[in-house]
């Protein structure tokens, strides 16, 4: 059996090679977003290497869908441990919803500026009383000419505190179903009566928020779909979410990381890369990891075969690929022994204490975006056709 990706894909990899040798110097630091990482996302796009299907009209680069281009660009980036350009909530999850569900003027108006990294988005879905029972959420929007007013509150909101324009879930028919009475709103971060708290997580680092709308005034003609239609539109967007939470470069990038710590930390005098209980648990890792690339692939082959359904590969992305990376970061915490405990300041960190902040980071991971046991219900509904879960009744 051939398992080369063939000869036209030759040519392609050699192109992608080219550039990463010809640009190499201006790449910046992954996720970096000043000029240096504009400018990057910037020359991304030109070339190919984001944004590849967005069409050129959205400023995208307007390829056709090809998983085996996209695997090589994968591929080669991680190779050469260079950044891929910008994510965030904006870019992997709201664009993509935008290209499928949004009005002309939406498209036209947000998804160039979003994904060239301008304009910087958060999500405002989670609330206290509606995180997993998200269709419970109580933040109202009412009609006032042509305005909305809103009032209530979101928690939990990643990057709030410096996004530009939130897209937030918002009740506006509180008489209808549940889900049915749910709207999907589009607005700015700066509009009066918007208050946001950060809030600071086991890392150290505040990487979400409380926000609290009193008498916000939105436009009217800023929502997407109709209204009621928001859990439908909040539906589509989370199959992206889960898909983009966890990828499978990523892993194997970390997982390399692994072994040269291994080849350098000992125990008792001996490398850590020696010691066969240490040398198993990599083993079983390295499995996982190939696992998930290979469920990767079947997630981009089922986005663009029309039949396929996408969202099961997207689930599993969610919930091996977050355990896997949390596992990892502990694997790595494992290798380095007690200076594994280490943190903040302490000079003896390895990578800048990388290791503990990705474990304690991909633990919030595994809750955010739907946790785990969560992912597992709608795995065992949708994809293995188990029984639904009995639904609890009020009181
Ligand atoms: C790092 C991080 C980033 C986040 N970013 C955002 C964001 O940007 N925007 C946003 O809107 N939200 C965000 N969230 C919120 C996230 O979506 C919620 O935390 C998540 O949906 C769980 O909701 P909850 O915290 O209310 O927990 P709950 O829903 O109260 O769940 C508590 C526990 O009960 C379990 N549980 C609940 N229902 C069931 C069930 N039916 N079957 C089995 N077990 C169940 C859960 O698995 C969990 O273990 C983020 C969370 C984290 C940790």
């Known amino acids: 059996m051939d ?60 390829a056709a869908p090809d998983i085996l281009a996209s695997r090589i660009i994968a591929e080669e980036f991680s190779a050469a441990q260079l950044s891929t350009g910008l994510g965030g909530q904006g870019i992997s999850m709201l664009t993509p919803m935008l290209l499928e569900m949004g009005s002309e003027a939406q498209k036209l108006q947000f998804i160039q500026p979003t994904i060239l990294g301008e304009m910087v988005w958060c999500q405002g879905y989670s609330e206290p009383g509606a995180g997993s029972d998200l269709a419970s959420l109580t933040t109202k929007a009412e009609l006032d000419g042509d305005e909305w007013v809103i009032n209530g ?78 859990w439908q539109v909040a539906n589509a967007i989370l199959g992206h979410e889960r898909g983009s939470l966890a990828p499978p470069d990523a892993a194997e990038n ?92 302490n000079p003896y960190l390895r990578g800048n204490g990388s290791w503990q902040y990705q474990y304690m980071y991909y633990l919030g991971l595994i809750i955010g975006g739907g946790t785990s046991q969560i992912q597992k219900n709608i795995i065992g509904e949708r994809g293995l056709d188990l029984p639904r879960e009995p639904k609890v009744t009020a009181n």
């Open 254 to 345: 970390r997982l390399k990381g692994i072994i040269k710590l291994m080849e350098t930390e000992t125990l008792d005098g001996q490398r850590i890369m020696d010691n066969p209980i240490f040398r198993d648990r990599l083993m079983k890792l390295q499995g996982a990891s190939l696992a998930m690339r290979f469920n990767d692939m079947r997630l981009l082959s089922a986005r663009i075969n029309p039949g396929q359904d996408a969202r099961l590969a997207g689930l599993i992305v969610k919930l091996q690929g977050t355990e896997l990376r949390h596992e990892i970061e502990g694997f790595a915490i494992d290798v380095m022994g007690e200076i594994g405990l280490a943190y903040e300041d």
């Open 153 to 230: 509150q979101k928690i939990w909101t990643s990057t709030a505190q410096s996004a530009d324009w939130i897209f937030c879930l918002v009740r506006t028919e509180p008489q209808a179903p549940k889900h049915q009475g749910i709207s999907f709103l589009l607005f700015r971060m700066d509009t009066p009566g918007i208050e946001v708290r950060p809030l600071v997580d086991m890392t150290g680092d505040a990487n979400f928020n409380e926000v609290f709308f009193t008498d916000v005034r939105v436009p009217k003609h800023q929502i997407v779909g109709e209204r009621g239609q928001g």
């Open 3 to 62: 398992l080369s990706y063939g000869s036209e894909y030759g040519v392609f990899r050699q192109q992608v090679r080219d550039f990463i040798e010809a640009n190499r110097d201006q790449a910046p630091a992954a996720g970096a977003r000043g000029p240096a990482g504009l400018a990057w996302q910037k020359l991304l796009i030109d070339n190919g290497y984001h944004s590849r299907t967005v069409p050129k009209a959205y400023g995208g680069y307007g």
